[in-house]
């Protein structure tokens, strides 16, 4: 009898080797989903929604320089998607559903342009969506990282002082295990990049050369899309909700989670695999 488990591994394409997870549920329901994490995270970040939602399959991998998985330069939008769409060339059937959290949500766009095919559906979750006129980005954060925490609790305190949103003990403490790092059981904890990785990413898409252009993606979208937004994110204010969506030839379904910040998978994770499910269900 076939058993709800996750199946870890490395997949080698372009010239690299891309850890993933893959949730694989005893029923699944429907579409299979290849869910792409944010740049402050890793594939970890969908354990507690996939093993929530039960009968969703979700191919996470871990992005170039991110995680477990190799970083061989590059940090193009197109890059990412041929990644991603690589691993489920070699691991999901032929139609799928592609999801994405933060500015993954510009690669899921570029990944369902370039596989159109195959891609039934796309969920975008909290992108970051800028207010106003555009301003030359900072590349590197505006705080200060630490590199490492000597206790898991000290990396729970960095998560509530910086992120938005409702964090219960719970969920705060789960998503923090699911996505921090340590290189041995008593090592500090560590974040799942190096901090150069991260800052040449975001000089990268702050730079001419960036081809994020998320609202630019929106246009070409010709399939169901369904976008999650935090009540409380300041990645994407309500301010940047209608122009977003007009971006868009066909409109999106929207839910608001409203307690949550930049991550309602982790704050109302009940919300997001709810209308998850609802939405999957008319996805062929």
């Given at each position: ?47 507690a ?5 039960g ?5 996470c991998?871990?992005q ?28 999901l059937?032929?139609r ?16 369902a ?5 195959h ?16 301003s ?10 630490p ?5 898991i ?28 790092m340590?290189?041995?059981?008593s090592?500090?904890w ?16 702050a730079?001419p050369?960036s ?9 070409a ?18 301010a940047?909700?209608?122009?977003f ?5 066909l ?11 930049h ?8 919300i ?6 609802h939405?999957?269900?008319g996805?062929?």
């Amino acid at each position: 009898m076939k058993i709800d488990l996750w199946r870890t591994d490395f997949h080698t394409s372009n010239g690299f080797k891309q850890f993933y997870r893959d949730w694989q549920p005893r029923d699944e329901l429907c579409l299979p989903v290849l869910a792409l994490h944010g740049s402050l995270t890793q594939s970890g970040m969908w354990i507690a929604p996939a093993e929530a939602a039960g009968s969703i399959r979700m191919l996470c991998p871990d992005q170039r320089g991110f995680g477990l998985s190799n970083d061989p330069g590059g940090d193009s939008c197109g890059e990412f998607a041929s990644d991603a769409l690589a691993l489920a060339q070699n691991l999901l059937p032929e139609r799928y559903v592609v999801m994405g959290h933060s500015f993954a949500c510009s690669i899921t766009l570029e990944a369902a342009r370039m596989a159109a095919e195959h891609v039934a559906a796309v969920v975008l979750v909290d992108p970051v969506v800028p207010v106003g006129k555009p301003s030359a980005a900072p590349a590197t954060p505006s705080i200060p990282l630490p590199k490492t925490f000597a206790t898991i609790e000290e990396a729970e305190h960095h998560f509530r002082d910086t992120e938005e949103g409702k964090w219960t003990d719970e969920a705060l403490r789960r998503f923090v295990r699911d996505i921090m790092m340590r290189d041995n059981e008593s090592g500090p904890w560590r974040f799942p990049y190096a901090l150069v990785r991260l800052r040449r990413l975001r000089a990268f898409t702050a730079s001419p050369a960036s081809d994020y252009n998320l609202l630019a993606k929106a246009k070409a979208m010709c399939c169901p899309v369904l976008v999650f937004r935090g009540g409380m994110s300041k990645r994407f204010p309500l301010a940047a909700e209608q122009p977003f969506l007009e971006a868009f030839a066909l409109k999106p379904k929207v839910v608001v989670c409203p307690n949550s910040g930049h991550f309602p998978t982790a704050t109302e994770t009940n919300i997001f695999v709810e209308e998850l499910k609802h939405f999957l269900e008319g996805a062929r």
